[in-house]
């Protein structure tokens, strides 16, 4: 079975870091381009990473851009996202998807929520 | 990177054919075929339901099509069902390896 699961979210405060991880199963990850995507409360969906199935090509948001990490371990099959100098607004869900053939996101994972607080 | 533009909310009976729509710009949804559309019903991930702009991923039902003209994609569901109550969102592949989402319709079904 195809499949993603996110960990590594929980409570933090202003200006911390958190780690993010998705462990991939059931497909060839380093096939496969990888993207991370927040919805923070009750708002909708929001693109803020990607990286390459090589790991050559990165992009962020404007959003998060400087203050996040995108990165891929092929070995263990794992996608990140390290989250320094964090502020109120990253508050929300986290999900990792996998990029599908035509820049869709076919897989996503449950999420994990990340709590930004003072 | 600007969201694409989406109606709050739409309504309709079980039965009926409701269409969403999706505006972007020349530098998106204009510029690419790269058009895709989620479902997520309240407390779930996102499900890809429409991909490449009209194209159905397996198990998706048939009532699920989509459209594009210029700037603007457009979700249609046929044959409205409960099951089909959430929220839609369209996405669009833009330049230099970056996405953009609209901001998400919420559909009833009355």
């Known amino acids: 079975e195809v499949q993603l699961v996110e960990s590594g979210g929980g409570l933090v405060e202003t200006g911390g870091s958190l780690r993010l991880s998705c462990a991939a199963s059931?497909?060839?990850?380093?096939?496969?381009?990888m993207i991370w995507v927040r919805q923070a409360p009750g708002k909708g969906l929001e693109w803020i990473a990607y990286v390459s199935g090589d790991g050559q090509y990165i992009s962020y948001a404007d959003s998060v851009k400087g203050r996040f990490t995108i990165s891929r371990d092929d070995a263990r099959k794992s996608a990140n996202l390290q989250m320094n100098s964090l502020r109120a607004e990253d508050t929300g869900i986290y999900y990792c998807?996998?990029?599908?053939?035509?820049?869709?996101?076919?897989?996503w994972g449950q999420g994990t929520a990340v709590t930004v607080s003072s | 990177q600007s969201a694409l533009t989406q109606p709050p909310s739409v309504s309709g009976s079980p039965g009926q054919s409701i269409t969403i729509s999706c505006t972007g710009s020349?530098?998106?949804?204009?510029?690419?075929?790269?058009v895709s559309w989620y479902q997520q019903p309240p407390g779930t991930a996102p499900k890809l339901i429409i991909y490449e702009v009209n194209n159905r991923p397996s198990g998706v039902p048939e009532r699920f099509s989509g459209s594009k003209s210029g700037n603007t994609a457009s979700l249609t569901i046929s044959g409205l069902q409960a099951e089909d109550e959430a929220n839609y969102y369209c996405s669009s592949y833009t330049t230099s390896y970056t996405w953009v989402f609209g901001g998400g319709t919420k559909l009833t079904v009355l």
């Open positions: 020349t530098g998106d949804v204009g510029l690419y075929s790269r």
């Open positions: 059931g497909f060839i990850f380093n096939a496969y381009n």
């Open positions: 998807a996998r990029e599908g053939f035509y820049s869709d996101l076919d897989v």
